[in-house]
């Protein structure tokens, strides 16, 4: 998610301030994504300078609220719109990570495979048990983020399966052999299941 469209949805209900949006922020996604008040600032500043938002005067406390303008009502609309294209995800750390290993001398790849998978096992009985810590209807958004957190890692814990599975039947490339390229490993893999 990004936190400039995850503003600019907290602003749509009303005007806020910054520690009010960086609260309001944290209790929508369930404190799963904690920003801080620098984060806030800052994309409510390139918010502004894009005319996404306007601040207004600030009150007697000396904080300055921000409203959405019709310009940011237009921007969210189309990113509610828009489907999330795996393109627009981040890298995957873990698959370039055991990528890595697979072809660093001395790295003992199934360890790494093991350290991971226990640690994506005790997320994901914490992310569980918070899941079933409160069923109030307002909790709903929380809820939901944590389902996706939950299904993410039991996600990740079939892929790391899967990857431990194809590491038995792993044999590195000779030195100097160049590797086949994917499509080549497809009609390999086709050629060998068919037998």
């Known amino acids: 998610m990004s936190i400039r469209h995850g503003l600019l949805a907290l602003l ?3 005007q806020m301030y910054g520690y009010q949006l960086r609260a309001a ?3 929508s996604t369930g404190s799963t994504w904690p920003l801080n008040i620098g984060q806030v600032y800052t994309t409510l500043s390139r918010l502004e300078r894009d005319g996404l938002v306007r601040s207004l005067p600030e009150s007697e406390a000396g904080q300055r609220p921000y409203e959405i303008t019709d310009a940011g009502r237009a921007d969210l609309a189309l990113w509610f719109a828009t489907p999330i294209s795996r393109n627009d995800r981040p890298r995957d750390e873990l698959a370039i990570k055991l990528a890595l290993a697979l072809t660093t001398p001395g790295v003992d790849v199934r360890s790494v495979v093991q350290t991971q998978r226990s640690a994506t096992m005790r997320a994901l ?3 569980t048990r918070l899941k079933y810590a ?3 209807p307002e909790d709903l958004p929380w809820r939901l983020v944590l389902d996706a957190m939950v299904f993410q890692a039991e996600a990740e814990v079939r892929w790391l399966d899967h990857c431990e599975t194809s590491l038995v039947r792993y044999r590195p490339a000779e030195p100097g052999r160049v590797p086949p ?3 080549e490993a497809v009609d390999r893999a086709d050629e060998e299941a068919r037998r």
Do not use: M
């Open 134 to 136: 409160s069923d109030r």
């Open 181 to 183: 390229t994917p499509a």
């Open 12 to 14: 749509e209900r009303g």
């Open 25 to 27: 922020f944290e209790e």
């Open 125 to 127: 009985q914490e992310l």
